[in-house]
């Protein structure tokens, strides 16, 4: 049952469209994630959802509630982590948190009592009155994660969580993530991160300049757009990747001086391009990364 519906969502900027007839259904308890590169629409769909930028055309529904005619009940269920670190860097973590309950009319007890709870959570206990200054980026990350929680929402929206990590930071926010699913929340991400779509997101949409090319699983959108295999050619340069496309059939994608070729079967696809001549190839397993490539050829928002 979808929590979250848009309906023909326009999104127009001084004459620049942003969003461009964008629909889509987000099930409860699930995690979805709203893919592409930065440019793409991706914040501009999760700022119309929390009622954070107004809808141009279309609408949203959040819980059967529009955002166009309740906002206020809409932000209610919805806890929001900004790409932007916007913690109060003059404060602690629990004052950070303590200030933020208050925009949610949280009595204070309540909020105590919450606030502790989040800092075991996230590990941050032991930096209950450390300066928000003092923090790693990390520890900073799940603060922001930590404070969208505060008002218990049954939506978190995570806008790009990980990007700044370090490794280790970045897997404790999946980690994280996975966790929160488990509890019951539905999760809202947007990411440019194609391994972190991959391991975190139910279902993914796949945007490029304001409109959604494919949605689903992303093993639905491996199997269906590239196969489960590719052929990854380079060459000198486009002219020569030109030239090999005329000795080859089938399902490809040139990106640059690279070619891929894209089919199921792995010696078959070995066989298909064993007599180009190129600087190097080799046969893989497709990913998400491949499925981006294909629906968007390589190409860059301008």
């Known amino acids: ?136 980026g990390g520890m900073r990350r799940k603060l922001i994660v930590a404070r969208a929680l505060i008002n218990d929402p049954s939506i978190l929206i995570l806008d790009e969580p990980t990007t700044g990590l370090d490794p280790q930071a970045r897997r404790q926010i999946w980690d994280m993530v996975i966790r929160l699913k488990t509890e019951g929340k539905t999760i809202i991400l947007t990411t440019h991160y194609m391994d972190e779509a991959q391991e975190l997101c139910d279902r993914i949409a796949v945007m490029f300049s304001g409109r959604i090319l494919e949605c689903g699983t992303p093993e639905d959108m491996i199997s269906r757009v590239v196969g489960a295999h590719v052929c990854e050619i380079y060459a000198r340069d486009e002219t020569a990747v030109r030239e090999i496309r005329k000795n080859i059939s089938g399902n490809m994608e040139q990106v640059g001086n690279r070619l891929y070729v894209y089919g199921d079967n792995p010696e078959e696809l070995a066989m298909k391009c064993d007599h180009v001549r190129s600087e190097y190839r080799v046969v893989r397993r497709t990913s998400l990364e491949d499925v981006f490539l294909k629906l968007t050829g390589g190409k860059e928002i301008k």
């Open 1 to 136: 049952m979808a929590i979250v519906e848009g309906t023909d969502l326009v999104k127009d900027y001084d004459g620049l469209r942003a969003v461009d007839h964008v629909s889509f259904a987000i099930d409860r308890t699930e995690c979805f994630g709203f893919l592409g590169p930065n440019g793409a629409g991706k914040t501009t769909v999760m700022k119309m959802i929390y009622c954070r930028t107004p809808v141009t055309h279309g609408d949203v529904r959040v819980g059967g509630i529009s955002v166009r005619m309740e906002p206020r009940q809409v932000k209610d269920m919805i806890g929001v982590a900004t790409q932007d670190d916007t913690l109060d860097r003059d404060l602690t973590v629990f004052e950070n948190l303590m200030v933020y309950s208050r925009y949610f009319d949280t009595p204070r007890a309540v909020a105590r009592q919450r606030i502790g709870d989040l800092l075991a959570r996230f590990d941050l206990t032991g930096k209950r009155d450390t300066n928000v200054d003092d923090l790693s």
